[in-house]
């Protein structure tokens, strides 16, 4: 069984996005009365117009995990316009503390994928109250970051988004990291084919533009929700895919006991490796200034 904590906006999209795909059943729960059973209703109306026999089912009662391979964490607050992810960081701590104890009590053999903001902060949240192993806690972020930068590269090279390949790696957050030299076009670099100010325009629309969507209709949706489908799907059918997502560090990239994106192979077990990429000097120093933010933010919640 699959269980979404959370059952707002993304919480939601995240089964939408995952129920053609027929990978388990799906349990949504939420802390308001009503709201998780009736998207349950209405997701599984959407099953039926599929043809998909996925069993959906809504609840306020965290016991209802138990059984769950995976867990995937979309509860707390989403960020308002003009605020950073690091905005929610006091509140929404204490959210995903209370969750993850339920994790850990009700589904003590799950996986747990965090989507929650600040993200990287978050999934460190759930890997101390879970007390879980760490390959099995992981954080959405790079799915999403690229897929951004992916449209952006099309868009201003005016080719079809599938000759793109585009990848961003770090914290995710103000200093997340787009890498021109491993993102392509038709299988050549970026650096190859555009300017290095046209690179640099492209990264800071990388970074800013989930506040630009939210400034314009309150909240990310759909990109967030079919990029952790997308790590559903490697999960549940143990591709061994590699993708950026938000991993716990053991120095791979000069970083040590915490998460922050970076390339990893996703599958049934989680996360079975962290791939390492070089960086050149400037990025090596993004990074670190990402790395530093999520670890002056785990000291600010006392849990450094
Ligand atoms: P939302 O407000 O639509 O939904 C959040 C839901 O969590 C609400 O229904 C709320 O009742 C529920 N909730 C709060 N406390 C809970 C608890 N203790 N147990 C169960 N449910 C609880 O917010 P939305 O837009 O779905 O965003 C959810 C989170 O995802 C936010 O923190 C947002 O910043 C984050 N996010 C992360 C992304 C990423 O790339 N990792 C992308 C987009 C959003």
Known sequence: MITIVGAGRIGSTVAANIIPKELDDILLID???GLPQGEALDLGHMAASFGVDVSLRGTND???????????????????PGMTRLDLLQKNSQIIGDIALKIKEHAPKSL?????NPLDVMTYVALKKTGFDKNRVFGMSGQLDSCRFRYFIAQTMKVPVSAVHAIVIGEHGESML?????????????TKLMSKEEITKLIEGTRKTAAD?????GGTVYAPGNAVGSMVEAIIKNKHEQMPLSAYQNGEYDVNGFYIGVPAVLGRNGVEKIVKLDLDEEQKAVFQKGADSIKNAISEIGLA
């Open 31 to 33: 802390i308001i009365q």
């Open 62 to 80: 965290y016991k209802d995990m138990e059984g769950s391979d995976l867990v995937i964490v979309t509860g707390g607050l989403p960020r308002k």
């Open 112 to 116: 747990v994928l965090m989507v929650t």
């Open 178 to 190: 787009p890498l021109p030299q491993y993102s392509t076009v038709n299988g050549k670099p970026l």
């Open 213 to 217: 969507v939210i400034a314009l209709k």
